[in-house]
């Protein structure tokens, strides 16, 4: 099992920047695939961005691409976001997710295991 704590949201200014952290707790952080997914108000949970095991393979929804950036330090059991560029769309309640996988799913029923989710809140 694997326990997940999201970090990093706030208040931002549209064109701002963040970054989101996840700690993941175990030592085998390394043989998790690991995604970040949003849900705004009155929304469903959408797909944001995904990577594999060693950070070879990363996937990001059109949405984001080009402003977000997933990435992993499997060293310190940590998985990130640096969002550049916000817009007010993009504020929403920002999870990580885990799967013990070799793959990176964009699905958000392929994970098992989730964190408390952190806000983020973008104004224009």
């Known amino acids: 099992q694997v326990q997940l704590v999201e970090s990093g949201g706030g208040l931002v200014q549209a064109g701002g920047s963040l970054r989101l952290s996840c700690a993941a707790s175990?030592?085998?952080?390394?043989?998790?695939?690991m995604g970040w997914f949003r849900q705004a108000p009155g929304a469903e949970r959408e797909f944001v961005a995904a990577i594999n095991l060693n950070g070879g393979t990363t996937h990001h929804a059109d949405s984001v691409k080009g402003r977000f950036t997933i990435s992993r330090d499997n060293a310190k059991n940590t998985l990130y976001l640096q969002m550049n560029s916000l817009k007010p769309e993009d504020t929403a309640v920002y999870y990580c997710a885990a799967r013990r996988a070799l793959m990176a799913f964009t699905t958000s029923s392929r994970y098992d295991y989730w964190g408390q989710g952190t806000q983020v809140t973008v104004s224009s």
């Open positions: 175990g030592r085998t952080f390394s043989s998790y695939t």
